[in-house]
């Protein structure tokens, strides 16, 4: 071989930070519309009727978008038995001849009306339509068949005899869904994993609809399991609704409490509490998650005051008289039981979130959603920064340059007061050349939050000798 002078360029030689999202999540429920287990991504409150149509994904969608929530990867997960297609309950008129089916799956409940606005057979006559008391459409021409937006429901029209009294003006009717059996353990494990095979890169999801502590224990199962792999990700649940139909609020609390007694779950948090959006209620999961995403650094606290009141309307659940059914107390056992719960503050108004929680018990380092988002996040960075040295060189050279690269993102973390300090440490004393094998220590301690602030104030008196 001839003299030359031979480059070899190197890679991952300027520690650059890693180019994951953080805040970047993922929404699983029941929905309208949308194929079960087909990732999509939302960005826009417009655009979620047309994606998934009605249901509880759907409000969920909103929610975490209207919170904060600049992109989320929504999938509608497949519902269990039980959904159904109502027969149309008629309001006719007489002579009418004509006849209406209706056909089609259901995952939510939903109700559908139409109004027959012009009398005629198929192309002639007119109606109109909603779903769920909503708005009313424009003038629509009867067809032979007709695919109500947003829901997974055709209608047929049938011509009677005459023709022109098929459909008369003023006749109207109404289709009722049923909900199917969601949010089955299998149901939502098949979701998430068809987004983690994405490779979206999420940070968490947020399970919309009531879970039970059977769905949370399988959860961190997945967690565990997607840990193992280099793959790090928490969840937020939602309990059960409150029933005031066979629960008073007491016994709704006791029932949360007993979930959650027998349950430590460091990469799960439960939201047991409701809110007021509009003129709606329902679980503050949707609104966690987005205003979650949307904080300004992965280490704030969802409490944190400063960042203002959530958007919502208020708390719930309400009573006869539209107040709050939870008091102080409901809220302070909820919250000393690790469930991350909502009040307000005398003197300031608005919702706020009273402490994101971990519902893991009192001797986890991991109870804080903060921390749990911190460890992780530094998890995928030290992993990454590792994987450079796979099958370099592990003498005391290389283990030195394994040692900064593994503590350079922590180091930015601690310059952008993400977390208060780092310490990397290669313990001395190991068989590398036997083994193979290198043991890397870290430290990290998270930023001090002041959840409660004393302060001593009285007179003083500067004439006093």
């Not at 009727?49 to 249901?55: D, F, R």
């Not at 997974?152 to 003006?169: K, N, R």
């Not at 050279?397 to 593994?406: F, P, W």
Request: charged content about 20%.
């Amino acid at each position: 071989m001839l003299p030359d002078v031979k480059i070899l360029q190197q890679d991952g030689q300027m520690n650059l930070p890693s180019e994951f999202q953080a805040g970047l999540f993922a929404q699983i429920g029941l929905s309208a519309l949308g194929t079960p287990n087909s990732p999509i991504v939302m960005v826009d409150s417009d655009k979620v009727a047309a994606q998934c149509g009605t249901g509880p994904l759907a409000a969920a969608l909103r929610d975490a978008l209207k919170a904060g929530a600049k992109m989320i990867v929504a999938t509608r997960m497949a519902a269990g038995a039980g959904g159904e297609v109502g027969a149309p309950a008629w309001d006719q008129v007489a002579g009418s001849t004509g006849t209406v089916t209706a056909a089609g799956s259901s995952t939510t409940i939903q109700v559908i009306e139409v109004e027959f606005l012009s009398s005629g057979g198929l192309n002639e006559a007119t109606f109109r339509w909603r779903l769920n008391g909503g708005a009313w459409s424009d003038l629509t021409t009867v067809q032979a068949s007709f695919a109500v937006p947003g829901t997974s429901v055709t209608l047929a029209f049938a011509e009677g005899d005459p023709i022109e009294d098929s459909f008369m003006e003023g006749a109207s009717l109404s289709v009722t869904t049923t909900a199917g059996v969601g949010n089955t353990i299998d149901a939502i494990v098949a979701a998430v994993e068809a987004v983690i095979r994405g490779n979206y890169g999420v940070e968490y999801f947020h399970i919309v609809g009531p879970t039970d502590s059977s769905v949370w224990v399988a959860l961190q199962a997945v967690a565990d399991g997607l840990k193992a792999k280099g793959t790090f990700v928490w969840f937020i649940c939602e309990t059960a609704a409150f029933d005031p139909e066979t629960q008073t609020i007491d016994t709704f609390v006791q029932a949360r409490l007993a979930e959650a007694v027998a349950v430590s779950l460091p990469n799960v948090a439960v939201v047991p509490s409701t809110v007021i959006v509009g003129s709606s209620e329902r679980n503050a999961g949707g609104i966690l998650a987005g205003w979650i995403s949307g904080l300004p650094k992965l280490s704030t606290e969802p409490g944190e005051v400063a960042q203002g009141p959530l958007p919502v309307d208020g708390i719930g659940p309400l009573d006869a008289n539209g107040d709050p059914l939870l008091n102080a107390g409901h809220i302070t056992l909820l919250d000393t039981a690790h469930f991350t719960t909502l009040g307000t503050y005398n003197g300031l108004g608005g919702v706020y979130v009273m402490g994101g929680r971990m519902l893991v018990d009192n001797a986890s380092d991991y109870r804080w959603i903060h921390w749990r988002r911190l460890i992780d996040a530094c998890s995928r960075d030290v992993r990454l920064a590792g994987l450079q040295r796979i099958q370099g060189d592990a003498d005391e050279i290389g283990l030195e340059d394994l040692r900064v690269r593994c503590e350079a993102p922590l180091k930015r973390k601690v310059s952008e007061r993400v977390m208060y300090a780092a310490r990397v440490t290669i313990p001395a004393g190991q068989d590398v050349l036997s083994t193979g094998k290198v043991r890397v220590k870290i430290g990290i301690t998270p930023m001090p939050k002041a959840r409660e602030i004393e302060v001593e104030i009285g007179f003083v008196n500067p004439f006093a000798g």
